[in-house]
């Protein structure tokens, strides 16, 4: 099935320009020597002010963690080895300090568990198994769904009140943590947590944004494809191919029914995902935004190329508004709710899944004005910096781990020829991290 083709009026230019993957490697390094230079050793670079930040209080190397396979993807073998040797060297776990085990998850064991199956060095997997076992503790609630944040050096975890993207988002990098070890108790305590939270949404089949974890009971009802949200329905559909589970496939065929039935909105001359009441299925808002710009991709995955298609182009459209996408937009108004851009990645993500699926070069070219965009906008002497508003243009103190991890990567995927990545081999985590689906891989 092909995508349909994007009307001239409110898509790229068939003579838009093309992006090499030489230059986005080149950027890429730009972005990677900034940090090198800055901010080697510590989490991320902060790149308007020349220096670094750190989430904890002892860094856990989140861009080198987050980049290593990006590097290994680009070709790019000395700065690689340099990453490998300061993380096999320098990573330590074995603090007293209170992580958030969302962020640690995705970022840290999906990045370790990536260079290991890349790299081979079983010192990424052993850094990986130490991680996961300080963390497990976070699922021993009264319903099996996870605490937020937990200790690595008591297991002690805290936070009662969560959301379900912070629940469902582990069982990729737990489960082949269990593939790879031969122990199950990873990959169970994570599927445990995704059905108990499934088997708590509505009658008519939605979850809501906030939940207990002791008492399984919900907080706050509005329910999206949005932050909090979002990577719980990725990882249904991830989660089933990844580890070829009837289970999450039923579990996911049902979910994305619903959220088609009462969140998919047509307006402003296209489809989008809006929010409404998990109970009656009303809509309460039309808001979608930066990090909605994933739900193509995931469609595009579960076999719905015809909305992915659709929504991609309407995603093309918050982009090109203001020449670079706001974090929320009212799509019924097409006005800026939330003007900052935080680098993120979503949207390219989407569009190398529909350029894989559909082989259209209608999604290079829009790889291409994104791409243009970020270099003209938030490139700066040491890195890239997320923007306060879109609207204006000014610039803030922030290159998150992610832009090396996702951003980069899925430009630089989309631009290089087919064969420099097979795609059907692996799926990739929410961070990026791509996972063979044969772990003898």
């Known amino acids: 099935m092909s995508a349909p083709s994007v009307s001239p009026s409110n898509g790229p230019s068939a003579n838009a320009a093309t992006v090499s993957p030489d230059r986005v490697r080149a950027e890429f390094l730009h972005a990677w020597n900034g940090y090198k230079q800055y901010a080697w050793g ?38 690689a080895a340099e990453a490998k040797d300061l ?46 076992d300080r963390m497990l503790a976070v699922f021993d609630s009264n319903t099996g769904m996870p605490y937020r944040f937990v200790n690595l050096k008591t297991h002690k975890a805290r936070c009662r009140f969560t959301n379900p993207a912070e629940i469902g988002t582990c069982v990729l990098e737990y489960g082949t943590l269990s593939r790879l070890t031969g122990d199950p108790k990873y990959f169970d305590a994570a599927k445990r947590a995704m059905v108990a939270l499934y088997h708590r949404c509505s009658r008519i089949g939605l979850v809501g944004s906030m939940i207990d974890v002791e008492t399984g009971w919900w907080l706050v009802k509005d329910s999206h494809v949005g932050c909090g949200i979002d990577s719980y329905y990725e990882y249904l559909v991830k989660g089933a191919t990844l580890f070829e589970d009837p289970e999450l496939w039923a579990m996911w065929q049902n979910t994305i029914a619903t959220v088609n039935a009462y969140v998919a909105d047509e307006a402003s001359g296209g489809l989008w995902y809006g929010r409404v009441n998990m109970d ?17 991709a995931v469609l595009a995955l579960g076999g719905d190329l015809d909305r992915a298609a659709r929504l991609e182009d309407s995603c093309y459209k918050m982009w090109t508004l203001h020449g670079i996408e706001p974090e929320l937009l009212d799509y019924k108004t097409m ?40 270099v003209e906008r938030c490139k700066t002497d040491a890195g890239f910096a997320a923007l306060a508003d879109v609207r204006a243009g000014v610039k803030t103190d922030a290159m998150e781990s992610y832009f090396l991890a996702e951003a980069m990567k899925y430009f630089y995927l989309l631009f290089a020829p087919p064969q420099a990545f097979d795609f059907e081999k692996a799926i990739f985590n929410t961070e990026a991290h791509p996972i063979w689906k044969n772990s003898s891989e």
């Not at 991320?44 to 993807?73: C, G, I, N, Q, R």
């Not at 009656?280 to 193509?296: I, M, N, S, Y």
């Open 87 to 132: 993380i096999l060297s320098r990573l330590d776990f074995d603090h007293d300090m209170e992580v958030q085990h969302f962020e640690a998850v995705i970022r840290i064991l999906g990045g370790l568990i990536s260079a290991q199956q890349l790299d081979g060095d079983s010192g990424f997997l052993e850094l990986a198994i130490d991680l996961a």
């Open 42 to 79: 510590h989490d991320e670079l902060k790149p308007l002010s020349k220096t670094h930040s750190d989430w904890y209080p002892t860094p856990l190397l989140m861009t080198p963690v987050d980049a290593f396979d990006t590097l290994l993807l680009m070709g790019l073998t000395a700065e």
């Open 280 to 296: 009656t299925g009303k809509q309460c808002a039309t808001l979608f935004g930066a990090l909605d710009a994933f739900f193509p």
């Open 335 to 374: 006005k800026v709710v939330s003007g900052s851009y935080h680098l993120r990645p979503e949207i390219v993500e989407s569009a190398y899944y529909l350029y894989h699926y559909a082989g259209d070069e209608k999604y290079r070219r829009m790889g291409a004005t994104f791409f243009n965009s970020l």
